[in-house]
């Protein structure tokens, strides 16, 4: 079967589907995405992405496509015209088709609207959980508005590629003081000695991840000792255990730093636990 997308207003075969050339996300990033993972036939905690991507729509002072509603009927087709039980659904807004000039276009510009959806092998993915992934470490060099969900991501795509290429999964950036950040496209956690579940506090610096605000609460209900707090590479690699976030990857074990094996080298218990129980306090729409 073959995929379908939805672009500004119509459903079209995904091998077809295209933007106008002066589109300015093509032309300058200019615009935001969401990416809510599918699980067991549910939406998983669309009101939060939702929530996030009206978020960073305001930051950039793009208008929403239309209204949530509709969004999230246009959301429900895509991912039925795909047949998708498990997997991903990718929502892309920009500001719209105009000459290519930096200045915004004028106020009557809609904004564009891509929706696209593909199903993905979960038992793929708990095989890989199972054996747990390797981060590289990289120097920070985005620009410091990472808290917008922008799809302005060179810099990520420069630091996953390498990662790629060293053997690993993800990258870490590291700033001027050695601390992580977050991952090219998740966050970063680790495990103390003593057990407490560490985070960077999502203020500034990186993005508030949704998966990230479900692990905490996941923690909570757990009585899982929480510190949002920066930690340093060399904290990292020493640490008990370590593992990252996000929609695509829920929580994943990481068992290597750089060249550093992290604890005995094999997904640690509060990460599989995490990882296990995590649908069990995301919000779940059904489809």
Request: proline share 5%.
């Amino acid at each position: 079967m073959s995929r379908v997308a939805y672009v500004n207003g119509q459903y079209v075969p995904h091998s077809q589907a295209c933007v106008h050339i002066e589109d300015r996300g093509y032309q300058f990033a200019d615009g935001v995405y969401e990416v809510c993972e599918i699980w067991n036939r549910n939406i998983v905690d669309e009101r939060r992405h939702l929530d996030r991507l009206d978020r960073s729509l305001r930051e950039l002072s793009i208008d929403a496509p239309m209204g949530r509603p509709a969004l999230c009927l246009i959301m429900r087709e895509v991912i039925r015209r795909n047949r998708v039980k498990n997997g991903l659904v990718y929502l892309q807004v920009t500001r719209g088709v105009a000459k290519r000039d930096h200045y915004f276009p004028a106020g009557d510009t809609p904004p564009a609207l891509v929706v696209t959806a593909r199903s993905t092998d979960p038992r793929a993915a708990e095989k890989a959980a199972e054996t747990g992934c390797a981060v590289i470490t990289v120097p920070e060099n985005r620009w410091e508005r990472v808290d917008i969900k922008s799809i302005g991501l060179l810099p990520n795509v420069l630091a996953k590629q390498k990662a790629k290429e060293q053997g690993a999964k993800e990258a870490w950036f590291v700033d001027r003081d050695g601390n992580v950040t977050e991952g090219g496209s998740t966050n970063a956690w680790i495990v103390t000695k003593e057990g407490a579940l560490v985070t960077r506090p999502a203020e500034a610096g990186i993005l508030r991840g949704i998966t990230r605000q479900v692990v905490i609460e996941l923690a909570a209900r757990e009585g899982i000792k929480f510190e949002e707090r920066p930690f340093t590479v060399e904290e990292a690699k020493s640490a008990r255990e370590a593992f990252i976030t996000a929609a695509s990857t829920i929580v994943m074990p990481v068992v290597r730093i750089d060249d550093t094996v992290v604890a005995n080298g094999y997904p640690g218990a509060i990460s599989r636990m995490l990882r296990e129980k995590f649908h069990e306090v995301s919000e779940l729409e059904s489809l």
